[in-house]
C-alpha cells in the first residue's frame, strides 16, 4: 500500500506495525477495558474521600477519648451528660423538655 507523498515520515510512522499495535493498546486500555480512565478517576475520587473521612474520624475519636476520661473521672459530670444526652432523671422527678419554637 502506497501512501501519497505528502505524509512524507509520518507514513513510515503509519506503516509501522509495533507502533500501530502499541497505539490500539493504549485506546483499547484508555476506553474499552473494564477498569477504564474514568473508572480510575471515580475511583481516585472515591479514595481521596475516604482518606478526609478517616482523617475525620481519627481526629474526633481523640476528642471522644478526652471526653469520656474527663467523665469518667467525676460523677457529677456523669450524672450531668447523662440528664441532658439521654434526658435521663432520678426516681420521682419529673422531666420538662422545653422545644423553641420554628420561625416561618
Known amino acids: 500500500m502506497q501512501l501519497p507523498a505528502f505524509f512524507g515520515p509520518l507514513g513510515r510512522l ?8 502499541g497505539a490500539a493498546f ?7 477495558d473494564a ?8 475511583i481516585y475520587r472515591k479514595w481521596r474521600e475516604l ?3 478517616k482523617e475525620y474520624y481519627l481526629s474526633n475519636i481523640e476528642v471522644v477519648k478526652k471526653d ?13 451528660f447523662a440528664r441532658e444526652k439521654y ?6 422527678e419529673d422531666l420538662f423538655v422545653l422545644v423553641p419554637e420554628a420561625e416561618e
Open 26 to 32: 493504549v485506546v483499547w486500555m484508555a476506553v474499552f
Open 68 to 80: 469520656r476520661a474527663e467523665l469518667m473521672s467525676s460523677p457529677a459530670l456523669l450524672e450531668k
Open 35 to 42: 477498569n477504564d480512565l474514568s473508572k480510575q478517576l471515580d
Open 87 to 92: 434526658l435521663m432523671k432520678r426516681p420521682g
Open 51 to 53: 482518606r478526609n473521612e
Open 14 to 21: 503509519l506503516r509501522n506495525f509495533y507502533l500501530l499495535v
